[in-house]
């Protein structure tokens, strides 16, 4: 997949934490590992954070290991459409409403 937009890992943000990537200005990818996100509190916590960054105008895709491995297809054809849709940048209107990084 091609799609020349710049992705950072493990960005912090505030109130949330480290990130596993953000393509563009706010596509948020999240893979989470039964290991590490396994149980009731990890799981609601996983959550927790989806609000908070939806809130400060992110966007959030949750993966799991298997979707990664098997079914990359999916993530693919996801990632694709916000991009060319232009949905992984802040728009003015997120300026104005002073959503993004501060």
């Known amino acids: 997949m091609k799609l020349r937009v710049a992705i950072r890992t493990q960005v912090r943000i505030e109130g949330?934490?480290?990130?596993d990537l953000i393509l563009g200005d706010r596509?948020?990818?999240?893979s989470d590992?039964?290991?590490w996100h396994e149980g009731s509190q990890a799981f609601e916590r996983d959550r927790t954070r989806d609000?908070?960054?939806h809130r400060l105008g992110y966007i959030v895709i949750r993966v799991s290991y298997w979707h990664v491995v098997e079914q990359w297809m999916l993530i693919e054809?996801?990632?694709?459409a916000i991009v060319n849709r232009g949905e992984h940048l802040w728009s003015s209107a997120h300026k104005r409403e002073m959503l993004g990084p501060r």
């Not at 596509?27 to 999240?30: A, G, H, M, R, T």
Request: charged share 20%; hydrophobic share 60%.
């Open 77 to 80: 054809l996801a990632v694709k």
């Open 16 to 19: 949330v934490g480290r990130v």
């Open 51 to 53: 609000l908070i960054l």
């Open 27 to 30: 596509l948020v990818i999240e």
């Open 33 to 35: 590992g039964q290991r």
